[in-house]
């Protein structure tokens, strides 16, 4: 029996296809050049926003000046200015120059960096700013790592490889009922980041067992406390499997006695993972390496690059000091990608180290960065920022009406307008605070997210923008004067 030829396909009418005719370069610039004029932040009614947008499906195309004056008029109109010198709020880098370019390639190369066969440059690349981030930490030779989408994800991927690696592999096919009924538990400063109880909850351990450990005066976990907690959790049915420490915490910025606790990791047997999401580009800075003396130690250790890295969104280093723990839970196969967990470099896998399996090329925005500015200047840019800070916590000291809460540690502190005669009035000052905060955003030329510490409001500073002079600092101190007083 013989079959019908099929009749030609015609080529379709309409075909996508290169290159688009826009001025890629002005649209970036007409983005990033408004940032001094314009307020930090630009809110609205949601349903004002919306008007801007088609709401039903656009099924035919429109012009492209179209399309880009509907977004100029709603995400390049409504939002924050992260780049702005006066956003000191959360902590949220402010994109370099080289960003653009870079995600403009990443985008064009279109790589899913799954691993070597399919990206062998990509995976190269990547691997590459692994290692460079290898002997910013002073790990050993042998680590291995891979890029996540951010801080929560690196901390849930390092968790994994800490309990698994702990409770035995038999877990991974069989659950953690495999373990019996002792009951996994993480350590971690009460200030520690919120992701690592969103983990627990993952993981399937409850936000729970993530013991909380008392911090000192400056905000660092309490190693005693670490120490009397580990002993205790030997007397109940506890397993502990982790110990994070901040390097440094969201709120104040404080670096946890990392020697101290990996010496009780050491003795204890347990997974130290060191969360520098915030605080690891000070690694790059003479000035405040010292204060991470004994990351070399961990375990795990995850930085993120859109941070303080000062990288456009979005990155996160994760590095593991035994990559095979990290195997032991994420290697896996299927009918159609089936690699050895120990492949040569050619069959790299970096869904084998983390839970994503298709990631786009984030190394090259960072490879790029790093390439043309270099580390040391990244540095310098890092601890200027450590020096902005300092140096507002000096005027803060110096002026009867502030009083600093937080001392300046990386590049965060937190302070009050606290007039002397009011101090005891802990109610009225509160309200101020909140009152001065908001005269801050609505000013247009400062913002500071809203943080309590001991359940009071704060004023906190994050300075990690490459835009932030010296100046500013000067000018809020100012604005938070005349604004308490007038307030007052
Ligand atoms: C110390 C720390 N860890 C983890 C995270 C979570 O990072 P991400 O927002 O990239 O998930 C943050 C976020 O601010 C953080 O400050």
Not at 88 to 93: E, I, K, P, Q
Not at 101 to 128: D, F, I, K
Not at 294 to 306: C, K, N, Q
Not at 406 to 412: D, Q
Request: aromatic letters at 8%.
């Amino acid at each position: 029996m013989t079959h019908a030829v099929p009749p030609p396909l015609p080529a379709p009418t309409e075909i996508i296809q290169f290159p688009l005719d826009v001025d890629i370069n002005a649209v970036v610039n007409d983005i990033v050049h408004d940032w001094a004029e314009s307020p930090v932040l630009q809110t609205g009614n949601a349903d004002e926003i919306q008007a801007n947008l088609p709401k039903n499906l656009p099924r035919g195309g429109a012009p492209m000046s179209r399309v880009l004056a509907e977004i100029k008029s709603v995400a390049g109109a409504y939002r924050r200015r992260n780049a702005h010198p006066g956003f000191f709020g959360y902590v949220a880098s402010p994109g370099l120059p080289t960003d653009p370019l870079g995600h403009a390639m990443t985008a064009a190369l279109n790589q899913n960096v799954v691993g070597y066969p399919g990206s062998p440059g990509a995976a190269v690349t990547e691997r590459t700013l692994i290692e460079w981030f290898r002997q910013l930490c002073d790990f050993p030779v042998g680590t291995d790592g891979v890029l996540l989408s951010g801080g929560s994800l690196a901390n849930l991927a390092a968790l994994a490889a800490a309990l698994y690696d702990t409770v035995g592999e038999a877990a991974v096919r069989d659950g953690l009922v495999a373990e019996g009924h002792r009951v996994p538990i993480i350590l971690a400063a009460e200030s520690v980041h919120f992701s690592v109880q969103r983990a627990a909850t993952v993981l399937g351990i409850g936000q729970n067992q993530v013991r909380s450990i008392a911090v000192d005066d400056k905000f660092r976990m309490d190693s005693n406390a670490l120490e009397q907690t580990l002993t205790a959790a030997q007397d109940r049915d506890e397993l502990p499997f982790c110990v994070v420490a901040s390097a440094g915490a969201t709120t104040t910025g404080a670096v946890d006695p990392i020697e101290a606790i990996a010496d009780l990791c050491t003795r204890f047997g347990i997974w130290l993972h060191v969360d520098a999401a915030y605080g690891g580009a000070g690694l790059l800075a003479t000035g405040l390496r010292p204060l991470f003396a004994g990351i070399e130690r961990a375990d795990s250790v995850s930085m993120d690059l859109h941070k303080w890295f000062y990288l456009a969104f979005d990155g996160s280093v994760l590095l593991y000091r035994n990559p095979d723990a990290a195997r032991r839970v994420f290697f896996s196969q299927s009918d159609y990608v089936q690699f050895d967990q120990h492949g040569p470099a050619e069959e790299h896998m970096f869904f084998h180290l983390g839970p994503e399996l298709s990631r786009r090329f984030r190394a090259l925005p960072a490879y790029l960065a790093f390439r043309y500015y270099g580390a040391d200047r990244l540095g310098h840019q890092v601890q200027y920022n450590a020096d902005c800070v300092h140096y507002l916590a000096a005027l803060i000291e110096a002026e009867p009406d502030l009083e600093l809460v937080s001392p300046a540690v990386l590049s965060i502190c937190c302070f009050r307008f606290a007039p002397v005669s009011m101090r005891a009035d802990t109610a009225s000052i509160d309200t101020l605070n909140r009152r001065i905060r908001n005269a801050l955003q609505e000013s247009g030329e400062f913002f500071l997210s809203p943080t309590d510490i001991h359940n009071r409001p704060v004023l906190r500073v994050c300075a990690i923008s490459h835009t932030t002079q010296a100046r500013h600092m000067e000018q809020l101190i100012e604005f938070v004067l005349a604004s308490g007083r007038e307030l007052l």
